[in-house]
DNA sequence: CCTGAATGAGACAATTGCGTCTCACTCGAT
DNA sequence: ATCGAGTGAGACGCAATTGTCTCATTCAGG
């Protein structure tokens, strides 16, 4: 009976990436709940939007954690970001793509941290020289935010298969497409 | 005095690709331009949208003529194509992530077309031997529009540098980031 | 079998945005 | 200087959405 307060944000995110001017009731009826039902648990639609940005917050933070960035090869590192990270695709492309939410008050600081865990991975990477000095840190990481959202898509849309997902992000990223020689 | 299309339209995709839900105003506002006048031209936000998806099908087109995506090694080609969509990159982006236009009617021709163009090109890099093979030519081709997106909104944010774009996209795009080796 | 919390459906007013229109103004061409 | 096309500002009614409320129903636990 209880409403599943995560999975009604989940849908809510899938929707909204792809339709993001979806009513209220649009996306009550997308998580399988009456709108009555969608105002008790989220006051409004900007309560709803905070509460998303909240959970990829939460869910990404976790993802790093359980990927141990400081541990091992940084591209070792990077596969398990992206293995970790791939479940929340859905969320995170919502989010990565509308930036609407940053408006007066300054970007959440829970992304600020966030982004400097991941772009300190890249750093890690290049330091140690696994990573090429010629892309700057800061460029993999909205890289990264961006293959994640694109494979996101790619799957909810049929195009690629969801089994390939984390291996094709990661490679494409690590390894580009670009057939190497060596190895 | 007579309004110039293009630059209305460019101005409400960089616009919308952030803020999905920006009203007709605040649209006419980022163009510079009276609400009224943007009613005069565009129909309604509808037809705006339209007129959106229908510019980045020239433009795109134009560029992947330009690029001459059948002459040379695939690589060479990819980086043209990238020059050559980067200017395009704001109206990409806008379309790449908001599918919304897709209802009802089918996918717009246009994008089927371009898509095929891409497409092939990503194959003949793999039946040539330039490009991997355990990645999907879709996804490649997917992860082709995400990077487009993702740099025109780091360069709009401030994170890369604009003269760095076609360089980092195209090059992560066909090395990715681990340091090779070879070469 | 009760009881109560939670839900879905619907009604309701208020707000918001949309599309159209009018009117005064600006600017370029004649 | 005059004319006319194009524009911005604003008003207007209309449609859609929002947020709140009520009420009947459902379902879990005692």
Redesign the interface.
Known sequence: MAVDRSHVLTAAAALL?????SSMDEIARAAGIGRATLHRHFAGRDALIRALEQLGIEQLTHALDAARLDEGAA?DA?RRLVAEAEPVAGVLAFLF????LFEGEGINEGWTRLDARIHAL?RR?QEE????????A???T??F???I???A??VH?G??ARN?LT??IA?????????????
């Open positions: 990436a792809r339709r993001p001017t591209p990077l793509t509308e930036n609407q890249f990477g020289g696994d990573f090429r000095i010629d892309l700057g800061a460029w993999l909205e890289a935010y961006g293959l959202g694109a494979g898509w790619a849309d195009r690629v390939d291996h094709s490679e494409l990223l690590l390894g580009g497409a670009r057939r190497s020689m060596e190895k």
